[in-house]
């Protein structure tokens, strides 16, 4: 090898001893012109977001992209648009090679990647450190800080993430504050992970900033005791309104940043308008009703929405927090592990659209996750005492909104189902406002007051029965009334000897208890990879996983309670509620009987040739 490599140097030093080369005069001449300067001189790439259209022009035909910067120039892209360029736009812009959108989006790679490593020292500087029961010590981004440091989220602090489990489950006192914080570090741990294993979907800082921040205010728009407030008490005092805390979640976000002068702090860590409407859109969907198009990201990071809400399978990091706080405050076990779905977890694009997919030998993990998602609800969100605690309190605060006020915007007083439209007075309603009732000498509030200290002297609603519909046959709960008028006149008053019963007097619940996406299973809309084929998403039907699975994947329990605590009135009840059950042809359960467990037959009368060991008492009925 070195002896041509000598040829060759001593040829060229003999050609520069004569006649000087092309190269050589076109470097002399250059050397002879001062003016004629590189085209990015006096460019500040740490800057480059400050850049003006005629920057951007100069410094891409120093990449030899001439043509490009006049199509640049022609559609006025400044610096501070360089990081929203996608293949997608370029191609909309008229660059029709994907060569030179290639080429494009690689000269500006660096650009990126300068200002990234100058911000991410800046900001490791001012992280904050958490120390979170459930995740241990998390790192909080300086931006986040600035949210939660508002009184708008502050506010979280005061709303049980449980609602009224704390009456039944003393361990059950945790807050939305905490939830949120939570959602939010596994949110951007995803979203980092997705950046580091493919870098090919180009997940940008800004990007895993955004998600942090929908991780973080997603539950801004929760009123008093979650989700009592928006399924129970809204729909009564103003039927007509279709509300969910989404879209107070959005609402209060945008009053978070217009009220806290936010904007600008958004800015300087640089986040645009565009970024604002992505963050939105986790939260409560595209932004326009009547329309199902995502505005804060290309198609090509569509997957971006899938982690704090995911619409489409319902495997989201909300829902990992949830799981494993609720389950360590309540005292119950947590069997799905979040931190190994992310070892496994995956972008590929399925039917034009990428999403979220998980190793195949992952299937059994994600069955175990939504069975615990059914079990927390079996066992704690849908208790019946916790669920009567929740009508009580819905009935309080329902006699109560006629003269409770709140003020709001210019001092102006509202009633509590009028706040969901003044952000002002929102943010003041929270769980406290059962104490500020029970504490207040208005008698206008004494018959919510009595219902309220019921309530803490434990003198609840009664459970007389409970049922399930027949086999293929689902409960409206617009049925609701119909059936509580049948329940009460199911017996004359010959048969129940004495007056029957009123509707008044009685509470039904229709109890929905599912996987998460009502009858259906929900790994039909998850996808999976194997390891020999890293990029070919496919989908794992449940009898190629066991045979043990369940069969169906929702039930429907109904309730009666009666209001009144007498013998005789709960006597009644029962009566009425066994006959209409048998005209329904269901079988009644006593209120007292846990809906998991079979009595056994007595003890005292076991079959005289059964061995003593099969003499069991109880038996769980699966």
């Not at 929203?84 to 909309?92: F, Q, R, V």
């Not at 900033?209 to 009592?228: K, R, T």
């Not at 007509?240 to 002068?261: P, T």
Request: one cysteine or more.
């Amino acid at each position: 090898m070195s002896p041509p490599a000598r040829t060759s140097r001593s040829h060229d030093n003999h050609h520069s001893s004569k006649t000087p080369s092309t190269s050589s005069k076109v470097q002399q001449k250059t050397d002879k012109t001062p003016t004629d300067k590189p085209l990015t001189d006096g460019l500040d790439v740490n800057n480059y977001t400050k850049w003006t259209v005629q920057d951007v022009a100069a410094y891409l035909k120093s990449k030899y992209l001439k043509e490009e910067a006049q199509l640049f120039s022609k559609e006025q892209i400044s610096g501070v648009l360089l990081p929203d360029l996608t293949e997608e736009l370029l191609g909309k812009m008229g660059i029709k090679t994907m060569g030179r959108r290639l080429q494009i989006l690689q000269a500006i790679k660096p650009l990126r990647q300068r200002r990234d490593l100058q911000k991410g020292l800046d900001v490791f500087d001012r992280m904050k450190v958490f120390n979170d029961p459930i995740h241990g010590h998390i790192e909080v981004h300086p931006l986040l800080v600035k949210v939660l440091d508002t009184p708008q989220f502050q506010r979280l602090r005061y709303i049980k993430q449980l609602g009224c489990s704390y009456f039944v489950f003393p361990g059950a006192a945790h807050n939305r504050f905490e939830h949120s914080l939570g959602v939010s570090h596994l949110a951007g741990l995803l979203a980092k992970t997705l950046k580091h294993r493919q870098p090919e979907l180009d997940i940008t800082d800004n990007d895993v900033l955004c998600v942090q921040i929908a991780g973080l205010c997603h539950d801004l728009g929760h009123g008093p005791f979650s989700h009592l407030f928006d399924d129970l008490f809204i729909p009564v005092v103003r039927p007509n309104l279709r509300w969910k805390h989404e879209q107070a979640s959005v609402k209060m976000f945008e009053y978070m940043i217009e009220a806290n002068d936010l904007k600008e702090v958004f800015e300087s860590f640089g986040l645009n308008e565009t970024d604002l409407i992505f963050i939105k859109e986790q939260i409560a969907g595209p932004l326009e009703s009547n329309k199902k198009v995502y505005k804060g990201r290309s198609k090509d990071k569509s997957f971006l929405y899938e982690i704090v809400a995911n619409k489409r399978n319902g495997i989201d990091v909300d829902k990992w927090d949830y799981f494993a706080r609720d389950c360590h405050n309540l005292g119950i076990s947590n069997n799905f592990d979040c931190h190994r779905f992310m070892k496994f977890a995956r972008i590929i694009e399925v039917e034009g659209k990428k999403q979220i997919c998980s190793r195949d030998k992952e299937v059994g993990n994600l069955y175990d996750m939504f069975h615990t998602r059914n079990s927390l609800h079996r066992r704690a969100y849908q208790h019946k005492v916790t669920k009567i605690i929740d009508s009580m309190i819905v009935e309080a605060l329902v006699k109560a909104n006629d003269h409770f006020r709140i003020s709001g915007t210019k001092g102006k007083l509202v009633k509590m189902s009028e706040a969901v439209d003044d952000m002002v007075a929102y943010t003041k309603l929270t769980d406290n406002v059962i104490l500020e009732i029970m504490q207040s000498d208005d008698p206008n509030l004494a018959a919510s007051r009595h219902i309220l200290e019921n309530i803490h002297k434990r003198y609840l609603y009664k459970c007389v029965g409970q049922t399930q519909p027949p086999e293929n046959t689902i409960i409206n709960k617009r049925e609701i009334p119909v059936m509580l008028q049948e329940i009460a006149v199911a017996l004359s008053e010959e048969d129940l000897g004495g007056p029957q019963l009123t509707p008044d007097n009685l509470v039904i619940h229709v109890v929905d208890l599912n996987y998460g996406m009502g009858a259906e299973d929900p790994i039909k809309h998850v996808r999976f990879y194997s390891k020999g084929n890293l990029n070919q998403a496919v989908m794992v039907r449940k009898n190629q996983v066991s045979q043990m699975l369940p069969e169906k994947f929702a039930e429907q329990h109904i309730r009666l309670y009666s209001k009144l605590r007498d013998r005789d009135s709960i006597y009644k009840a029962s009566l009425c509620f066994k006959k209409w059950c048998e005209v329904r042809r269901t079988k009644a359960k006593a209120g007292y009987v846990d809906p998991e467990l079979t009595p056994a037959k007595s003890p005292s009368a076991p079959h005289e040739d059964e061995p003593a060991a099969k003499k069991s008492r109880t038996r769980l009925s699966m």
